[in-house]
């Protein structure tokens, strides 16, 4: 089976987001990650070669540092990897990074596609279907198991209060949801072989694509962080008192009561 598993590198959840002088955010000291959702295909990609056999191949896209996202997943237990790094991508839209990323598999054998449901720093949900629109095949959203017999596929997903399931034909696309699996930590061994993994980096001219080919359909105006938190108070006098105090303050301040 050959399987794709698309990532994206984000902000690590504990990073301190700063905005620079063009009011963009400042990657300069923030430690990066593989998007979480992004682990549960991964991982999935790697069970399901234990299972059937073949190869899972990392395709992702992004600044020199988005190879070391792919070393990552490799030392999980993929076997090869594929980078798109282009200035271009500084300004690309999900639309234009679906197209890319269409672009670049399209050279690939595949039978599944894996990516996470949503990338915790843009929270755009985008990628997955439209991969599966530029690649004509069908895609299955928010996956919490899939069960693969030749070329069909069950799919549990979840919805609005509770679960779907849902049989398409492979070739298809999925995004994983949080209760896919367990995503596994690279072992020493892993890291080791990592190293010598294959990882092929590409331009978008080497996909057959052009700027004038993947004009934004949408821009981001500006960024703007949220307001900061105000300190907790301590309110003084025993028990009475500060219940009394508090109620208070929940009514008046607080408005909640």
Not at 5 to 23: H, P, R, S, W, Y
Request: hydrophobic share 45%; aromatic share 4%.
């Amino acid at each position: 089976m050959n399987i794709i598993v698309c990532i994206k590198q984000t902000f690590d959840t504990e990073a301190k987001i700063v905005l620079d002088g063009n009011g963009k955010i400042d990657p300069n000291g923030v430690n990066l990650i593989i998007n979480p959702y992004d682990e549960y295909a991964i991982e999935e990609g790697i069970r399901l070669k234990e299972k059937f056999g073949g190869e899972v191949t990392i395709v992702t896209m992004g600044g020199p540092r988005a190879q070391e996202a792919v070393r990552t997943a490799l030392a999980m237990g993929a076997d090869k990897g594929v980078v798109v790094t282009d200035p271009i991508l500084d300004s690309s839209d999900e639309w234009a990074n679906a197209e890319i990323l269409a672009k670049a598999i399209a050279q690939l054998p595949y039978d599944i596609i894996i990516s996470g449901r949503i990338a915790i720093d843009d929270g755009a949900s985008q990628l997955g279907v439209r991969l599966a629109e530029a690649l004509n095949v069908p895609s299955v959203s928010s996956v919490l198991k899939l069960d693969v017999a030749g070329t069909q596929v069950t799919a549990t997903r979840e919805i609005d209060g509770g679960t779907e399931t849902i049989e398409v034909a492979l070739p298809a696309v999925f995004t994983a949801q949080k209760g896919l699996n367990e995503p596994r930590y690279p072992s020493v061994a892993g890291i080791m072989k990592a190293k010598k993994k294959p990882l092929k980096s590409m331009a978008v001219a080497d996909l057959g694509l052009a700027a004038g080919d993947l004009a934004s359909k949408m821009t981001v105006q500006k960024y703007t962080l949220p307001t900061a938190r105000k300190a907790g108070q301590k309110i003084p006098g025993d028990a009475a008192q500060a219940a009394k105090e508090l109620a208070r303050l929940l009514h008046e301040e607080a408005k909640v009561l």
